[in-house]
């Protein structure tokens, strides 16, 4: 059975930092591209950050580009996202999601298994 299981978040000032990682188990972690998709209160899931099986390809929505940055460490199944500068709106519940398709979507129903995610709140 997959489990992901994000860890990190919590409350945060404008313009700080956090981490967030992801551990993986349950199934070939570095067979599986990885996505951050993140979800604000009322609105829908939107892809953040995406990240190919052995880490050598990555892709960022626009509005995070330059502040966030995805990695991963195969040999310990954990994802992570290091997120910079954060901005009252990046106020999201952040999930973790593997998909087993060749390359790294940005839809969330192309990801097969969900974390069950983690809150990061940005005061301004």
């Known amino acids: 059975q997959v489990h992901l299981v994000e860890s990190g978040g919590g409350l945060v000032q404008a313009g700080g930092s956090v981490n967030i990682s992801c551990a993986a188990s349950?199934?070939?972690?570095?067979?599986?591209?990885m996505g951050w998709l993140r979800q604000a209160p009322g609105k829908g899931l939107e892809f953040v950050a995406g990240?190919?099986?052995?880490?050598?390809?990555?892709e960022y929505t626009d509005s995070v580009k330059g502040r966030f940055t995805i990695s991963r460490d195969n040999a310990k199944n954990t994802l992570f996202l290091r997120m910079n500068d954060l901005k009252p709106e990046d106020t999201a519940r952040y999930y973790c999601a593997a998909t087993s398709r060749l390359r790294v979507p940005t839809r969330s129903y192309e990801y097969n298994y969900w974390g069950q995610g983690t809150q990061v709140t940005v005061s301004s």
């Open positions: 349950g199934l070939s972690f570095s067979t599986y591209n």
């Open positions: 990240i190919n099986g052995v880490g050598s390809s990555t």
